[in-house]
């Protein structure tokens, strides 16, 4: 896999306007939502169905999901872009991303899927004893703004009604050791209309992780090429993947 490497900018809260702005301007009516009051090391889902009853004339979804996030609407991942948000001191402010995502929603009921995994937000070692967090956990804020082709328009925010669940393939994950995937605990259809989520958990409404949302003020890493492996070894219990190929990295440091 390739990536592009960004220059970094420490001013927060920059306003270029492909970026998105300041998030007292845009978010304001999400709340903060988890399920989970401790730590949690499995990756955790989160969905919620919404009903578009008119055609739509553009939609925007803005997203904070700590430690890293992938968002789906109707089953698909929306942008290429992986291990986001960037990095930031959790302790001053968080960053979100902003998607148009006007023509991944139909008319009708439509599914918004989050999963959630650790990142730097909560990296303890699976190898060691996990010490007590407080207030440290997988947290999402979450705003869907909808403008309908009539000129009227509608709020889709994270709140108690979406639904949660840590069941699923990913069992452990940080930065440190990686993630243990296991497909036997795949989930289909988790992201997607119609799935039963009734033995789900209700979310609850939690502390924001910082007192400042910001808008990501750099380019998010995006997977530039998939790589095949030249050979794979069976090796009980795991499989071994050879690959040469040479890495490339660009920017200024």
């Known amino acids: 896999m ?5 220059p970094r900018r420490d001013r927060c809260c920059p306003s270029p306007v492909k970026l998105g702005t300041h998030l007292r301007d845009q978010v304001t009516k999400a709340n903060c939502i988890s399920g989970f009051g401790s730590f949690v090391s499995r990756a955790i889902k989160i969905r919620k169905e919404i009903d578009v ?3 739509i004339k553009k939609a925007r979804a803005y997203i904070c999901g700590l430690g890293l996030f992938e968002l789906y609407l109707n089953g698909k991942k929306v942008g290429n872009d992986v291990l ?18 006007t023509s991944r929603l139909t008319t009708g009921e439509n599914a918004i899927g989050i999963m959630l995994g650790n990142g730097r937000y909560l990296s303890p070692r699976n190898s060691k004893k996990h ?5 440290i956990f997988p947290k999402l804020i979450f705003q869907l703004e909808l ?8 709020t889709v925010v994270s709140d108690e009604s979406w639904k949660i669940t840590a069941n699923g393939p990913i069992t452990a994950n940080n930065e440190y050791d990686g993630e243990i995937y296991d497909a036997r605990k795949e989930i289909p259809g ?9 033995s789900w958990m209700q979310s609850e409404l939690v502390a924001p992780a910082s007192p400042e949302l910001c808008a990501q003020p750099m380019e998010p890493i995006r997977i530039k090429e998939t790589i095949s492996p030249v050979s794979v070894t069976k090796w009980l219990p795991v499989f071994l993947f050879s690959i040469w190929d040479k890495i490339w990295l660009a920017g200024s440091c």
Not at 2 to 6: E, F, G, I, P, S
Not at 147 to 154: H, M, Q, R, V
């Open 53 to 55: 009853p008119k055609k």
């Open 147 to 154: 403008e309908y082709s009539d000129g009227s328009k509608e």
């Open 190 to 198: 988790w992201n997607e209309p119609g799935f039963d989520d009734t």
């Open 2 to 6: 390739r990536t592009d490497v960004q």
């Open 131 to 135: 010490p007590k967090y407080d207030n």
């Open 84 to 101: 986001v948000p960037a990095l930031s001191e959790y302790h001053k402010r968080s960053y979100y991303l902003t998607y148009n995502v």
